[in-house]
């Protein structure tokens, strides 16, 4: 039996539904290769961020906003490292990769204003991008009134870049979110895609210096299970939209699951510095085993047998179920030792 594992991700065809996600390794020439001859259906470039752009458009004369110029003083302030040294490096880039790609090439802008920043998506475009993923980070909380405002500065930036545009453009959300779901309607008519979720590092505090510190890390195997009751939460509110599931997928399982829950691509990362390019491979395999299994010919055929509707009386269920069940027996014998107290449940040697 022939099997189709082309996917359509916003407007996109892809030739499986394994997207690299943004890493440094996209910016590399034969990682990337590596990454297309494995399966991979896209590839995201490494981010092109806001201050970056600010500081192209100072060194061409063109008017800064108050806000940008603190922006931009503040960027100067900082030691920022990164791949590229400014946007036109960048579009250099996205022309390199887009014409020795067969596959998608996505750029990637990350910022955290509407401010015109937001225009240098049509140059992306003309450097060959087919498509951009936005990265919206939330601004400081002083800087806002009710939360109401962040979905509305995040609906109107997209929008103004959907306008100027003809490619797809995918925001990729942070998990803070009180209703991605309801976000996912409002989004609908400016987006062509959502990404869920996107990582932020955590902030350690060290003690010595007294300052913070960020602290990165791999996503580890099996951790998109925190994210699939989300993603099937809005793929059941909004089945419109496309969903892109980013975090935790290293196994086939795990991009199976991801796929069944609503996904219609998943982002991989870890994976790769784990594993290496080879790991696409070992995940398309898995998946096709999958569906041979089942006697599905495409991924259009698993979409159906997905195990919806999940709607919120059977998430409080199963919410329910978890609370209240208990160990097996023999997990609570795992490393038990007697332990003895007074009254107030003080331990005693």
């Not at 109401?148 to 995040?154: F, H, K």
């Not at 008519?189 to 003690?207: H, K």
């Not at 691509?265 to 070992?282: C, K, M, Q, S």
Request: hydrophobic share 40%; with cysteine; charged share 20%.
């Amino acid at each position: 039996m022939s099997l189709d594992v082309t996917t359509h991700y916003g407007g996109l065809v892809l030739q499986s539904p394994i997207i690299v996600g943004a890493c440094p390794l996209t910016a590399q020439e034969r990682p990337r290769l590596a990454m297309e001859a494995a399966g991979a259906g896209a590839v995201v470039l490494p981010s092109l961020f806001e201050e970056q752009v600010l500081l192209a458009h100072a060194r061409e004369g063109t008017f800064l906003s108050r806000s940008e110029r603190l922006i931009l003083e503040h960027a100067k302030r900082m030691q920022m490292e990164s791949f590229c040294t400014d946007a036109d490096v960048y579009l250099a880039l996205v022309n390199r990769a887009s014409g020795q790609m067969s596959i998608p090439v996505i750029a990637s802008l990350n910022g955290y204003t509407a401010t015109n920043w937001v225009d240098f998506a049509g140059e992306l475009q003309g450097a060959g991008a087919d498509a951009i993923e936005l990265n919206l980070h939330h601004p400081p909380a002083g800087t806002y009134n009710c939360p109401r405002e962040i979905e509305d500065a995040i609906v109107d930036t997209v929008a103004k870049i959907n306008h100027s545009i003809s490619i797809p453009v995918f925001v990729n959300l942070q998990r803070e979110y009180t209703s991605p779901s309801h976000l996912a309607c409002r989004l609908l008519s400016g987006v062509q895609g959502m990404v869920l979720f996107g990582r932020e590092p955590d902030i350690d505090i060290c003690l010595d210096s007294l300052k913070l510190k960020p602290c990165w890390g791999l996503s580890e195997p099996q951790s998109v299970r925190h994210s699939l009751a989300a993603i099937m939460q809005v793929h059941s509110h909004c089945p419109a939209m496309p969903l892109g599931v980013s975090g935790g997928v290293h196994t086939p399982e795990d991009l199976i699951r991801a796929l069944l829950a609503g996904g219609d691509a998943a982002l991989l990362t870890a994976a790769l510095y784990r594993e290496g390019p080879d790991v696409i491979r070992t995940l398309i395999d898995g998946l096709i085993r999958f569906m041979e299994r089942h006697h599905w010919r495409s991924i259009a055929e698993l979409k159906v047998n997905r195990p919806l509707e999940f709607d919120s009386d059977e998430q409080r269920s199963i919410y329910m179920q978890a609370l209240t069940s208990r160990f097996v027996e023999e997990h609570l014998h795992v490393g038990q030792r007697t332990m003895h107290g007074d009254r107030w449940g003080h331990p005693e040697s």
